[in-house]
């Protein structure tokens, strides 16, 4: 073969990987083994938060390139804290909020999510709204 030839295969063979890695790698985060932690309350039921966390679980795995969840966690007393620092995000009118606490590792693919690469977030919260009981979720914010 001649030299033009092989470069014009490695080319080749160089896209094709890019295109196979493109496929196969996942393109937003990593939900698979994240545990769920959650009891019900006074205001929500188990499956009123399982709820929440199957919308958490759906807007990481569209996003959060390069990140892997580990766990979903709903405390009550946690979210009555956070409502009480942070006013904006009390539910007004009719309907319901919930606070999620959530922890996740990164890749180095998370870099272009804006987070630090080969580190552990823990504490990352949730916020999501719904207008009423047996609505469907909302992420609404998340971060610290």
């Known amino acids: 073969m001649n030299r ?3 470069l014009i295969a ?3 063979a160089l896209v094709a990987l ?4 493109a496929l196969l790698l996942p393109s937003g985060g990593n939900v698979q083994s994240a545990k769920h ?6 205001l929500y039921t188990k499956e009123d938060i399982e709820a929440a966390f199957d919308a958490i679980e759906s ?5 959060f ?6 766990e979903l966690r709903y405390d009550a007393e946690i979210e009555a804290q956070y409502l009480d620092e942070t006013p904006e995000h009390k539910q007004k009118g009719t309907g319901d909020r919930i606070v999620v606490l959530s922890e996740f590792t ?3 693919r998370a870099a272009d999510e804006g987070f630090s690469p080969n580190d552990r977030y823990e504490g990352w ?4 709204t719904r207008p009423s009981q047996g609505a469907p979720w909302k992420v609404v914010d998340w971060g610290y």
Not at 125 to 128: A, E, F, N, S
């Open 10 to 12: 490695a080319a080749s």
């Open 18 to 21: 890019g295109v196979l890695m």
């Open 125 to 128: 919260q949730w916020v999501l």
């Open 37 to 42: 932690i959650a009891h019900a309350t006074d």
């Open 65 to 70: 390139k390069g990140c892997a969840l580990k």
């Open 59 to 63: 807007e990481f795995a569209s996003g």
């Open 4 to 6: 033009k030839k092989v």
């Open 106 to 108: 990164t890749d180095w």
